[in-house]
């Protein structure tokens, strides 16, 4: 039977800073399938000793955090291709929730096409960047980007560091 693990995950946009705004999120993980779950979210640095399941280091790192979770949004699901080393085909994607925004449906639908490909699993992503809070301004934009595009790519590198590692110990324990 296959077990269920959640995976939080954060992205500062401000990486001196001790605390501050960035991309947060889950990753679920159920057998050889993920839920990507993203958002803008609260994040502070603490002190920690990374472990060995991690990537092993003995020193004490400063290290992020979310707190909080960002509300959901629009949620598409994409599937590798069952051809293998089929780099011409797109990768078959379909949206399951639909949301307010269509930049927040497109960039779900992009980042899981590239996330299955790449790492060979379905992958469903819910995505909520376009929701600015209270004040109405973007965190990128506040941060210095010029659009939510480059916290986005950010957020997607450290999904596929964590998946592809995820997918490494399925491996090994097989």
């Not at 800073?17 to 960035?22: A, L, Q, T």
Request: net charge negative; proline share 6%.
């Amino acid at each position: 039977m296959d077990s269920t693990r959640i995976i939080p995950f954060c992205v500062p946009l401000s990486p001196g800073e001790s605390s501050g705004v960035g991309v947060v999120g889950t990753i679920t993980l159920r057998g050889q399938s993920a839920i990507v779950w993203l958002g803008w979210g609260a994040v502070e640095r603490r002190d920690e000793e990374e472990d060995c399941e991690r990537n092993t280091r003995s020193e004490k790192i400063k290290v992020a955090v979310s707190s909080g979770s960002p509300p959901m949004g629009s949620m598409c699901v994409s599937m590798p291709s069952a051809l293998k080393g089929s780099s011409i085909m797109p990768t078959p994607t379909s949206q399951l929730l639909g949301g307010s925004s269509d930049e927040d449906m497109m960039l779900g639908q992009q980042m899981s096409a590239r996330l299955a490909k790449r790492i060979g699993w379905p992958i469903f992503v819910s995505c909520s960047l376009s929701d600015f809070g209270k004040n109405g301004v973007s965190p990128a934009l506040a941060a210095g980007f010029e659009d939510d595009t480059m916290p986005a790519a950010m957020a997607e590198k450290e999904i596929a560091r964590i998946l592809t590692l995820e997918k490494d110990k399925l491996v090994v324990s097989t």
